[in-house]
């Protein structure tokens, strides 16, 4: 449909056949939008299609939001190119193939026969294309703005859009981010007695356990003070336990189906928090937005818990948050380095190989990581320590975070295909699964009434409000030692240095902002140190997080009082709650 004269926008989440593309939202805080990408390993993917109706038949030009994804690195090749097709023919340009940036690339003039066109979305090479939008435009002179403050009110107007985000209830409890964490705390606030919103920013739940990441279940449950505490976690955590494993061993419909069978809770799947609404220290509606067609929706509540991880919405919402390491001067913390600095533990691009009955062909990958016989990984298959992005900024850069860790997948196994001096040895393997959602393991971390260290851990420090027990050690990734010295700056291999702990019961004090008054957190982003980080940041943990802050958000509505009230006036019913 025409919204603005002469302009027809197409965004690309709207296509109403994704075929072999995939839809990307991790970066639409940075460029505005999710987009899809042709993630085919080398292989390019069938064509994206959709039908679009034009005000008259004629000629326009044509524009597609993309980039070169390799143009960082100033890499020769430019892996991720495509072409639109107007009713199976191409326009004139090849997208994908300049700037380091997204940006409209020109694409020509293409002459509309039919009212009713088809377009696609056609894959060159199976490295990763990506398109956000396409623009067509009668007026010769006319050209799409690049300045992310008018082209988010270009796209909204161009789609038609509402001025205005959609009311779509009034909740007890809105829950943003679908990983363990936030699942736990939906299923336990549901059946401690609220309504609930789940909010999550993809198509499937369970964050770094679904089948888009593949990483396993860490942590134990059902300990000691709170033995019931753990038994969601069991419901919707699958049988089998290994990181990079093949898809089914998540088991995304089992989290699924647990969730649908709780009638309090309405679940917002591919839908990402973008936005708050406030009134003084309080927030009253989060403001998301379809990651695939834009339309802005209002969730009201009284009580919100932010699960994703980044500390998104508390980050929205003016809380007080850390980022990187704390200095052994600020903390006292052993393990702390000397003074602090914005490190973070990296993500991970998990991959795997299979065997397959004869030899596979990989091309060559110019623009990828270059490789020689002494720093090739000898591995068919890569995980929790294909680690990249310590010294990046694991929000602002988490783009170019990802596509580094997928140029040394693809570097590396194109040298072991090609050129190594034992490539027989992997003849007969085929790159079967690299994730293109990376698993991040540490952003913001949002500060509550205590903020945990070391210390408490170590020392076994009683709080009177001690609830979640941790049992991971203090585990924190570093650069391996010898991947530093071939990729100084730019290493892509971790070691985990790990600190043995006794099972510890963590306060509930870190569950909640300090100065947002009904914002709960569970997760990586609670208040804690980078070092405690290290144990509690484990999914069976963090579910058991999750189940606190459930039973915790009944309380405040029962008693018209706020996370940091249920602690002053109401803690014994909470562990009354937390014992049944």
């Known amino acids: 449909m025409e919204m603005i004269k002469g302009i027809v926008f197409i965004q690309s989440g709207t296509f109403n056949d994704y075929g072999g593309w995939a839809l990307d939202q991790q970066f639409m805080d940075q460029m505005g939008s999710s987009y899809l990408i042709a993630h085919g390993l080398g292989k390019a993917v069938k064509d994206a299609t959709t039908t679009v109706s034009f005000p008259e038949a004629g000629e326009y030009k044509v524009w597609a939001r993309t980039k070169d994804w390799v143009a960082p690195w100033k890499a020769p090749g430019a892996p991720g190119k495509f072409q639109v097709l107007v009713d199976g023919k191409a326009v004139e340009t090849v997208f994908g193939t300049e700037g380091a940036n997204w940006h409209w690339q020109e694409g020509g003039t293409v002459e509309i026969k039919n009212k009713n066109a088809r377009i696609s979305l056609h894959d060159l090479t199976g490295f990763d294309g990506r398109c956000d939008a396409i623009v067509f435009s009668s007026d010769a002179k006319f050209a799409p703005p690049e300045e992310p403050d008018e ?24 829950v943003v981010g679908g990983g363990i964490a936030g699942e736990c705390a939906a299923i336990s606030g549901a059946r401690s007695g609220l309504k609930v919103a789940f909010v999550h920013d993809r198509p499937v739940l369970g964050g770094n356990n679904s089948s888009e990441v593949r990483v396993h279940l860490g942590g134990r449950v059902n300990l000691s003070p709170y033995p019931k505490l753990g038994n969601i976690v069991n419901e919707i955590g699958p049988v089998k336990q290994g990181n990079a494993q093949p898809a089914g061993t998540y088991e995304d419909a089992k989290k699924l189906k647990a969730v649908a069978k709780e009638k309090k809770i309405s679940l917002y799947l591919n839908v990402h928090a973008t936005g708050v609404e406030k009134e003084g220290d309080r927030i009253s509606a989060v403001i998301g937005k379809d990651i695939r067609t834009g339309r802005e929706l209002r969730f009201k509540a009284p009580l919100f818990v932010d699960c994703t991880g ?4 508390g980050f929205l919402a003016g809380a007080e948050f850390r980022m990187g390491r704390e200095g052994r001067e600020e903390t006292g913390e052993t393990i702390a380095p000397e003074k602090g600095d914005k490190m973070t533990m990296g993500s991970s691009v998990q991959w795997y190989s299979e065997k397959r009955s004869g030899p596979v062909q990989f091309p060559e990958c110019p623009w990828a990581v270059q490789f020689n016989e002494d720093t090739v990984q000898k591995v068919d298959m890569g995980e929790w320590d294909w680690e990249t992005g310590m010294n990046r900024d694991q929000i602002s850069e988490f783009e170019f975070v990802r596509d580094y860790g997928l140029r040394v997948v693809y570097g590396n196994w194109a040298y072991l295909k090609n050129k190594y001096s034992d490539r027989a040895k992997f003849a007969d393997n085929d790159l079967s699964w690299v994730a293109y959602v990376a698993g991040k393991r540490e952003s913001r971390r949002l500060l509550g009434d205590v903020i945990l260290c070391q210390q408490d851990i170590e020392g076994a420090k009683a709080f009177p409000d001690a609830c979640v027990v941790t049992t991971w050690t203090i585990d924190l990734h570093y650069p391996e030692a010898k991947n530093s010295k071939d990729f100084p700056g730019q290493e892509f291999r971790s070691i985990a240095k790990h600190v043995k702990i006794n099972p510890y019961p963590i306060p509930y004090r870190t569950l909640y902002s300090r100065n947002v008054e009904n914002l709960f957190m569970a997760g990586r982003n609670i208040s804690v140190t980078h070092v405690a980080l290290g144990t509690v940041r484990v999914m069976r943990t963090t579910g058991m997080m999750g189940e606190v802050i459930g039973m915790a958000a009944a309380l405040c509505m029962k008693n018209k009082t706020t996370p940091r ?15 049944k």
């Open 151 to 174: 082209l988010a009110v270009f796209r909204k107007k161009a789609q038609g859009l509402p001025e205005n985000p959609e009311d779509v209830g009034t909740y007890d409890l809105v």
């Open 565 to 579: 009230g249920v602690y002053e006036k109401y803690r014994m019913e909470l562990i009354g709650m937390m014992k």
């Open 310 to 313: 980044d500390g998104s919405v």
